[in-house]
């Protein structure tokens, strides 16, 4: 017997911005109509495409670039102020 279950959202649960690779992780599971969670994954976000991406591989919005690397500047800051200085 066939079951067809129809995915209707999906829910965040973690962001993880990986600057030395270039990269945001993002870990997400799935919801069908009922309200049941299903096993997700991690969707990769990438600056620069790798050269044979996968399904699980999506291009960074370039206007996101500039405010991924103002919050690195601003937490080096913050770290730096409380524990450096």
Same mark, same amino acid.
């Given at each position: #017997? /066939?079951?067809?279950?129809? %995915? /209707?959202?999906?829910?965040?649960?973690?962001?993880? =911005?990986?600057? !030395? *690779?270039? &990269? =945001?992780? =993002?870990?997400? &599971?799935?919801?069908?109509?009922?309200?049941?969670?299903? !096993?997700?994954? !991690?969707?990769? @976000?990438?600056?620069? #495409? +790798?050269? !044979? +991406? *996968?399904?699980?591989? @999506?291009? %960074? +919005? /370039?206007?996101?670039?500039? *405010?991924? %690397? *103002? %919050?690195? /500047?601003?937490?080096?800051?913050?770290?730096?102020? &409380? @524990?450096?200085?």
């Amino acid at each position: #017997m /066939t079951k067809t279950i129809i %995915l /209707t959202d999906v829910i965040v649960d973690y962001i993880h =911005v990986d600057y !030395e *690779n270039q &990269r =945001v992780l =993002v870990g997400y &599971r799935l919801i069908d109509d009922y309200g049941t969670k299903w !096993e997700g994954g !991690e969707a990769i @976000f990438w600056v620069t #495409m +790798p050269s !044979e +991406p *996968n399904e699980k591989d @999506f291009q %960074l +919005p /370039t206007s996101y670039i500039p *405010n991924l %690397l *103002n %919050l690195q /500047t601003d937490a080096d800051a913050a770290i730096t102020g &409380r @524990f450096l200085i």
